[in-house]
């Protein structure tokens, strides 16, 4: 797990590799994969929200909880999949209110056009075992992605963090709220999504913030 990441990200985050706790998360995945389980999303792509969006082009910052833990679903972005696949649940009802806020209709699942124009899509934990949801918790990405987490609020100005559910909300809880919009509504999944995250806004009121603290607004056309 060799720290294959964009400089600007990896300015703030060398140190971490150093860290017991990423030594302790290394070492689990490498006796995981000894153990030929298969792992998601493949090594290249762990690290492929900090890739896709440098810390100094950072706008928004999506939070998500695991990768997708079917074949050939993740792929290092959050509630995102490659061309071709299936779009899932909770990304439906995302497209759905998009569609709500802004007239916008989306009909493939790869979000990589909105991590190129400065939409962190950030996982809490970077990997899972295949059909195993939530395999990976409490192995120690959590701390490194709080890390990140730290490194955008402390370095960036004006980041619209959107935190969807209880869990992303608890994992944001320490955002400076002063320097940075904090929208919050339920998580989009099936069980919850009827309960204000459709119709929550969220797409319109970032992008009017965006504009209003001079910044290009995202186009959230895939």
């Known amino acids: ?63 998500g909880q695991d990768p997708y833990h079917g074949p050939g679903q993740a792929h290092g972005l959050s509630f995102s999949v490659p061309d071709g696949v299936k779009i899932p649940p909770s990304l439906v009802n995302i497209f759905k209110e998009i569609k709500a806020d802004l007239g916008i209709e989306n009909h493939q699942g790869n979000l990589t056009t909105w991590a190129r124009q400065g939409v962190l899509l950030l996982n809490s934990v970077l990997s899972v075992e295949q059909a195993q949801a939530a395999s990976h918790q409490g192995k120690g990405w959590e701390l490194f992605t709080d890390k990140i987490i730290e490194v955008v609020n402390q370095n960036c100005q004006h980041v619209v963090f959107m935190l ?36 929550c806004g969220h797409f319109s009121r970032c992008n009017q913030y965006l504009e209003s603290v001079h910044k290009n607004s995202i186009d959230w056309k895939i």
């Open 1 to 63: 797990m060799s720290p294959k990441i964009d400089g600007s990200w990896l300015a703030h985050l060398q140190g971490e590799f150093d860290q017991t706790y990423m030594q302790e998360l290394k070492l689990f995945l490498l006796s995981e994969k000894q153990a030929r389980k298969i792992i998601y999303p493949p090594g290249s792509l762990m690290f492929n929200a900090l890739n896709c969006t440098p810390l100094d082009q950072i706008k928004v910052v999506i939070l």
């Open 164 to 199: 969807w559910g209880a869990y992303a909300q608890k994992k944001g809880m320490h955002i400076d709220q002063q320097q940075h919009l904090v929208l919050k509504a339920p998580h989009p999944s099936p069980l919850s999504a009827h309960r204000g995250f459709l119709g």
